[in-house]
């Protein structure tokens, strides 16, 4: 019976209903973008954090975590909510949560206002971090649906890529980030509020949006629904698309998160969407991002070099998105997370080993004049650092820069760009909010989990332990991604089973 449904027989051809479809996607992918800006914008504003609210380093960094908290509340609330007052209109929230964050970031004058309106950020980074994709699931057609999802993450780097450089050219302008400047405020609070700009835009560009027409006939807007499946498809074919939709779903109730347990339990299918979010922060992702400037330095790169490498950095994870747009909806989903997997464990691999035969001094740490280090830095004078330095011979710094830079190429060809797709397409019409709500919640958890652990594990295993533990991660997802994930590539979201 598959063979013969209609949705599996309507391509779109019509151009009209081609550039509604891109159009509306690219809507959703403006979260993605702001996903991508809020989580970088922080970067910048370290200094001025310490500055303002006298905090110490570990006071920084929970000013500069709280948001992870926030987001994986987000995600799971959003996902819930979703199911009931739609997706367009979480979304919609999530981009007045932008704005107020942002504002009220630049306008914080201690760090727990500091800290409540990062969290008030996370709530709307960890919804559209899951509805985004989730949205460009139900409108798009099954044969484009994973290369419109995967321009998501190019959203997100995108995102990352303008926070860095708007904080550079904020800084530069200013003198320093701490500097007052404009309207007599420091760099470093401008560096939040640009953020409105884009949020703005995010919540303009989704008035003009419809709502997702599977949420719609969940909810029994049977006429909505039709109107909106009659822009994104041949109108001949709406009725069948309709009854379709409803035949995926519970007759006797919508959806709920009960949906998610079955008799024997959690379903299959919500455990297969837990791994694969978790997974996705075990291989270490954020931990490589944020010792890569220590990476270059190792190499032998000078700190004025900085902006130029994250400029290559952002090139590369740019190119990988856009080659897995190219190819996701023709080999498919599996090939990619399981190449993914093991590049990933070798090239960590290579980085754990490289880091093994190094040395890591720690901030505080005092060098005696005439010292020089294997990487060939002489010190003509006593030194103390000011922050951590990893100490490689030339040779050895090379293979970790090259490792790092494939690992992220891996990572933003399969892992992360794909894991988001899934999540939005993998789950029936009847789990698929509540899904993702779990799922949300395990993956920006994990995040923080991770990301708050890593300074634990280098003072008790080292860098090279570290590492070698995201190593171990990337080859269990591996192992995971052969057994459990299924092939969800040219499915309807009607076909997709429990």
Not at 32 to 52: C, H, P, R, W, Y
Not at 300 to 324: H, K, M, P, R, Y
């Amino acid at each position: 019976m598959r063979e013969t449904r209609p949705s599996r027989r309507a391509p779109i051809e019509n151009r009209g209903q081609l550039g509604f479809v891109l159009r509306i996607s690219g809507v959703a992918t403006i979260g993605g973008f702001l996903f991508g800006f809020d989580s970088g914008v922080i970067n910048g504003t370290v200094e001025g954090l310490q500055q303002a609210f006298q905090s110490d380093s570990a006071g920084t960094g929970f000013n500069v975590a709280s948001m992870l908290l926030g987001c994986a509340v987000g995600a799971f609330v959003a996902g819930r909510l979703a199911d009931r007052f739609g997706r367009r209109t979480l979304l919609l929230l999530s981009a007045i949560f932008f704005v107020v964050s942002a504002w009220g970031s630049g306008i914080a004058q201690g760090s727990l206002e500091f800290v409540t309106y990062r969290i008030v950020g996370g709530l709307a980074v960890g919804a559209a971090s899951v509805l985004a994709p989730a949205y460009i699931a139900e409108v798009a057609p099954a044969r484009i649906r994973g290369a419109l999802a995967t321009v998501q993450q190019i959203a997100i780097i995108l995102g990352l890529f303008c926070a860095f450089l708007s904080n550079y050219g904020l800084a530069f302008a200013a003198g320093t980030s701490t500097t007052t400047w404009w309207l007599g405020y420091a760099a470093w609070r401008w560096m939040f509020w640009i953020e409105m700009a884009p949020a703005v835009l995010f919540f303009v560009a989704l008035l003009g949006i419809p709502e997702s027409p599977r949420f719609l006939v969940a909810r029994g807007r049977l006429e909505e629904a039709k109107g909106v499946l009659g822009r994104l498809m041949d109108p001949p074919l709406v009725g069948a698309k309709v009854r379709e939709i409803q035949t995926t779903l519970a007759s006797d109730h919508a959806p709920r998160f009960s949906d998610l347990f079955g008799p024997g339990g959690v379903r299959p299918i919500v455990w297969v969407g837990i791994g694969l979010a978790t997974f996705q922060q075990l291989v270490g992702i954020n931990v490589v991002f944020y010792y890569g400037a220590v990476l270059w330095q190792a190499a032998g790169f000078s700190e004025s070099d900085a902006l130029l490498v994250n400029v290559i950095s952002g090139g590369i994870s740019v190119a990988a998105a856009f080659i897995t747009v190219a190819v996701i909806d023709r080999i498919g989903r599996r090939p990619l997370l399981l190449v993914g997997s093991v590049g990933m464990a070798l090239t960590l691999a290579l980085v754990a080993g490289a880091f093994g035969t190094g040395t890591l001094y720690s901030a505080g740490h005092t060098f005696a004049a005439g010292t020089v280090l294997a990487n060939g830095t002489l010190f003509a004078e006593a030194t103390t650092l000011s922050t951590d330095l990893l100490d490689l011979s030339p040779a050895m710094g090379v293979v970790a820069v090259t490792a790092a830079n494939a690992y992220v190429f891996l990572f933003n060809l399969s892992w992360g760009p794909v894991m988001w797709v899934m999540l939005g397409e993998m789950f029936p019409n009847q789990l698929r909010g509540s899904g993702l709500a779990v799922a949300g919640l395990f993956q920006w958890g994990s995040n923080f989990v991770v990301t708050m652990t890593f300074p634990l594990l280098l003072t008790s295993i080292g860098l090279a332990g570290a590492y070698g533990l995201y190593t171990i991660g990337a080859l269990l997802s591996a192992v995971f991604v052969v057994a459990l994930v299924p092939e969800t590539k040219g499915l309807e979201l009607e076909e997709m089973t429990g």
